[in-house]
Structures are given as structure tokens and as C-alpha cells.
Nanobody, 127 residues
Framework: QVQLVESGGGLVQAGGSLRLSCAAS????????MGWFRQAPGKEREFVAR????????FYADSVKGRFTISRDNAKNTVYLQMNSLKPEDTAVYYC????????????????????WGQGTQVTVSS
């Protein structure tokens, strides 16, 4: 069992930055692939970024590539999402998720691939 708690959300002006954190409980955190997703009002939850259990492989949604960076510190049981050059369209509730499997990029973009989810943290970008 893994419990995930996100933090770091808030209100920021367009062009600004935020760093989200996702703290995980459980001794097996380092064996999980981790993802970030987001959900805007009235929209489906969408993939943002994924990092492998070693941290050696990452990939991103096209909409955030070059602006967001996912990273992890297995010693601290924490995964991060550094968000730069924020845009109003980045406004959403951001969720982290844990995946016990090693999966393809296509599967990693799907919410059903993930076994555990956090409660989410709100990010609001004003224009």
C-alpha cells in the first residue's frame, strides 16, 4: 500500500513558476513508476509527466514539454514537478500517481495504469 500526498500548489501569475511535491509512504516507493496528471474543471484527467523508478527515464505531454520537469528523490520518498513559464491553461488540480508495473509510454499516459493516487493540489495561473 502506498499513500501519496501532494503539496506546493497555489496561485501564480502567467510566466511564473511553481514546484509541486508528492510525498509517498511505504518502503517500496523506489520500485514504483510515478506520474503527474491534471484535471481542469469540466475536463477529463490528463497525463502530464512520468518518471521511471530509477529516475533515469522521463517523458512529458507535448503541452508541457520544455516547461515542466519531473524528478524524484527515492531517499526522501518524494517526486517533484517543477513548472516554469506557466500559462493560464495550466490551471487545474494536479495529481500524482504510483504505478507498480514497468510500462510503455502509451500505457503510462492512461489513468487506469496507476494503482495509487493522491488527493490533488490546486494550481491556478492568472493572466
Amino acid at each position: 500500500q502506498v499513500q501519496l500526498v501532494e503539496s506546493g500548489g497555489g496561485l501564480v501569475q502567467a510566466g511564473g513558476s511553481l514546484r509541486l511535491s508528492c510525498a509517498a509512504s511505504g518502503r517500496t516507493f523506489s520500485t514504483y513508476g510515478m506520474g503527474w496528471f491534471r484535471q481542469a474543471p469540466g475536463k477529463e484527467r490528463e497525463f502530464v509527466a512520468r518518471i521511471s523508478w530509477t529516475g533515469g527515464r522521463t517523458f512529458y505531454a507535448d503541452s508541457v514539454k520544455g516547461r515542466f520537469t519531473i524528478s524524484r528523490d527515492n531517499a526522501k520518498n518524494t517526486v517533484y514537478l517543477q513548472m516554469n513559464s506557466l500559462k493560464p491553461e495550466d490551471t487545474a488540480v494536479y495529481y500524482c500517481a504510483a504505478d507498480r508495473s514497468t510500462t510503455t509510454q502509451a500505457m503510462a499516459r492512461m489513468t487506469y495504469t496507476y494503482d495509487y493516487w493522491g488527493q490533488g493540489t490546486q494550481v491556478t495561473v492568472s493572466s
